[in-house]
């Protein structure tokens, strides 16, 4: 029996508005992220998920707080990672943002207009560097080239435990699709579950998140 924790997830997409209408955003469905918590809520765990906007119901007994641009994402991180045992990053994060929101629509005046866009704040990376995390933390990686030294890179770089990475190039999988394959990698081990859907994927993310946590004195 696994006693419950709490588990912090990230999912969707962020939102970066360019003015009052208009927005820069990816192709993320949500659905790897909610489909972890489902499983995580019913096993018992009590599951903050922080979410960009999806066309998902949200999962019975989750606790959710939606957000819309990186920094939102980024401020209720903050504020609940303290409360987690284990922090799950499956949102795709935009990673720039207009440098200036305009107040009123832009209109079609010039023949070109030019967007500067600045670095969104790396919410993974602030987890234990910035906001002082000590629990089990993983992310994911969301790759196109290279899949598997881009993931070692990043759970190095981000202070991960483990890394989920995905091939975001396949049309088979990922954005938008009920199936994914992943590759498990930390600094001990690395694991590749065969195809399958999101939903039985999450039980063998979850079994691996609480499994890390259970030396730490949770189990
Ligand atoms: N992430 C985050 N905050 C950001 C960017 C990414 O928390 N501003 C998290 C994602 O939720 C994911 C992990 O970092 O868990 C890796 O995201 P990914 O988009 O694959 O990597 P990036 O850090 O954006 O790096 P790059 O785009 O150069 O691959």
Request: net charge neutral; charged share 25%; aromatic share 6%.
């Amino acid at each position: 029996m696994i006693p419950p924790m709490t588990i912090l997830i990230t999912a969707g997409p962020t939102c970066e508005a360019i003015d009052p209408v208009r927005f820069l955003t990816n192709k993320s469905s949500g659905k790897m992220g909610y489909a972890i918590a489902k499983s995580a809520a019913d096993q018992g765990h009590r599951v903050i998920l922080i979410s960009g906007p999806t066309n998902l119901n949200v999962p019975d007994l989750v606790d959710y707080i939606p957000v819309e641009s990186t920094q939102e994402m980024y401020d209720a991180v903050e504020h609940w990672i303290k409360k987690a045992d284990i922090a799950i990053f499956a949102a795709a994060v935009a990673d720039y943002q207009p440098a200036n929101i305009s107040e009123q629509k832009i209109k079609k005046d010039a023949e070109t207009i030019t967007l500067k866009l600045v670095k969104t704040p790396d919410i993974l990376g602030s987890a234990k560097q910035k906001f002082g995390y000590q629990g089990v933390l993983i992310g994911f990686a969301a790759e196109t080239e290279n899949l598997e030294m881009n993931a070692r890179e990043k759970l190095k770089r981000k202070g991960c435990d483990l890394i989920v990475a995905n091939d975001v190039s396949r049309k088979d999988i990922g954005f938008n699709t009920n199936q994914n394959e992943i590759l498990l990698i930390s600094a001990d081990y690395i694991e590749r579950p065969p195809k399958a859907s999101k939903q039985h994927l999450s039980h063998i993310i979850l079994e691996h998140a609480v499994n890390l946590a259970a030396p730490r004195g949770m189990d």
